[in-house]
């Protein structure tokens, strides 16, 4: 996946600023997915337009610094459409604290607890802000929309899926290391000695 496709799937729902980029799409909507700092978006935003991806017009503003506006053309969205029709090789996984762990042996249990339960907490802080942008998208489902396979309610239905699949994955990182702190805390009762 690369940030180009993300920031040419969020212009094919409407054509944005890279300010409306960054505090609207990547800060909200798909920080869970595909974080992205500003001075990214505005690289990839000067190379989709190099690539005639996206275009960009200036609008003039009386009171306020000119703002761009960036809008996808006919040959970004068939290179959209391709991307989204070709199968994307599992990511590599690069996990730190995994790593980490692999050579902890030689570190007391403290400070082995002491860096599961920083996780801990960050991981707790990941759920909750996945389960936010749920309970905002269900509240921001319109009754009145289509129950039927119409655009809108499939584009629904898919993200509360992906919402789902990153509830699940952190809930499971969750219990992992709640495992792995009772086993560490509680040595008599697991293989690892203290």
């Known amino acids: 996946?690369?940030?180009?496709?993300?920031?040419?799937?969020?212009?094919?729902?409407?054509?944005?600023?890279?300010?409306?980029l960054k505090t609207e799409c990547f800060n909200q909507c798909v920080a869970h997915l595909w974080p992205a700092d500003q001075a990214q978006i505005y690289r990839t935003l000067d190379k989709l337009e190099k690539q005639d991806w996206i275009t960009c017009t200036v609008e003039i503003q009386q009171d306020r610094p000119n703002r761009k506006i960036y809008c996808i053309t006919e040959t970004g969205v068939a290179e959209l459409t391709r991307?989204?029709?070709?199968?994307?090789?599992?990511?590599?996984v690069r996990e730190p604290l995994l790593a980490q762990l692999h050579f902890a042996a030689q570190l007391p249990n403290a400070?082995?607890?002491h860096l599961l339960e920083q996780e801990?907490?960050?991981?707790?802080?990941?759920?909750?802000?996945?389960e936010a942008l749920q309970n905002n998208f269900s509240s921001d489902t319109d009754p009145a929309l289509p129950s039927d396979d119409s655009v809108a309610s499939r584009e629904q239905k898919l993200r509360q899926r992906v919402l789902e699949?990153?509830?699940?994955?952190?809930?499971t990182?969750?219990?992992?290391l709640q495992n792995t702190i009772d086993t560490i805390a509680n040595p008599g009762n697991s293989s690892i000695p203290s």
């Open 120 to 130: 801990l907490a960050a991981r707790r802080e990941k759920l909750a802000e996945c």
């Open 173 to 176: 990182n969750l219990n992992w």
């Open 83 to 92: 991307w989204l029709q070709t199968h994307q090789p599992p990511p590599i």
């Open 1 to 20: 996946m690369s940030l180009a496709h993300v920031i040419l799937g969020l212009l094919q729902q409407q054509e944005r600023t890279g300010y409306d």
């Open 165 to 171: 699949l990153m509830i699940q994955r952190e809930q």
């Open 111 to 113: 400070a082995i607890l």
